[in-house]
């Protein structure tokens, strides 16, 4: 079974404060992972897809690297418009294109 | 591009009563959406495949008779809740993916989310 753990569960950052998310993951046969950023009451939002380990991917403040075990996503001095719950998802061969989404990191930065 | 709208943003009703929720690509066809849940400060999760034309694909756990999915035209998915419960009440949030060709086959746009409650 697809299996996918972030951490922290909550992050307090002031702004300008540099930190990294992880997402540690188990699959068969990784065919994508998926970063969100979901403000309260909205949908996610995409912000990157990753495929293979060592690839990486910037946006902004907001870089994404991924392992064979994990990915992070790492945010240079963030401002409060950053605050929001950063999701992470896998995708897997045998599941099709179904999503398993991790717990997500609240994080929230404080001016 | 790539916009997935949902309708309605929020629904109250009285428990027993029926709920449909729309999901609609905007600006391009999908011939396969996913139907999740999201309940307070937890994930979202993964309740049904839709596909354009044919039967859902429900994940263990979730009963097909309760929430009832039909995905009638390329752009358009809709879930009934049955006979809802407060239990149900919840974030029900829709995903689509592209099957133009115009994004990468494997990425899925969310739309905007549902928020039912019953009462």
């Known amino acids: 079974e697809d299996q996918v753990t972030q951490s922290p569960e909550a992050l307090r950052l002031q702004e300008g404060e540099s930190s990294s998310l992880n997402c540690s993951y188990t699959?068969?046969?990784?065919?994508?992972l998926f970063w969100y950023r979901q403000d309260p009451g909205k949908g996610p939002e995409f912000l990157f897809t990753?495929?293979?380990a060592g690839e990486e991917k910037e946006k902004e403040r907001l870089k994404a690297t991924l392992t064979k075990k994990e990915s992070f996503l790492h945010i240079t001095a963030p401002k409060p418009e950053d605050s929001a719950t950063y999701l992470c998802?896998?995708?897997?061969?045998?599941?099709?294109?179904?999503?398993?989404f991790g717990g997500g990191t609240r994080v929230l930065v404080k001016p | 591009g790539a916009v997935v709208s949902q309708h309605p943003s929020w629904v109250i009703c009285k428990s027993g009563t029926s709920v449909k929720i729309e999901c609609r690509s905007l600006?391009?066809?999908?011939?396969?959406m996913f139907w999740y849940r999201q309940f307070p400060k937890q994930s979202l999760m993964l309740m049904a495949t839709?596909?354009?034309?044919?039967?859902?694909?429900?994940e263990q756990g979730v009963e097909k008779d309760k929430f009832l999915i039909n995905h009638a035209s390329l752009t358009l998915s809709t879930l009934t809740v049955t006979s809802a419960h407060p239990e149900d009440s919840s974030f029900y949030i829709c995903?689509?993916?592209?099957?133009?060709?115009?994004?990468?086959?494997?990425?899925?746009?969310f739309g905007p989310g549902t928020r039912l409650t019953v009462l």
């Open positions: 600006d391009f066809q999908a011939t396969t």
């Open positions: 699959v068969s046969g990784l065919r994508g």
């Open positions: 990753l495929y293979s």
């Open positions: 995903s689509a993916r592209d099957s133009t060709g115009l994004a990468p086959s494997n990425e899925q746009f």
């Open positions: 998802a896998v995708q897997a061969g045998a599941a099709g294109n179904k999503l398993t």
């Open positions: 839709s596909n354009e034309g044919s039967k859902a694909t429900y």
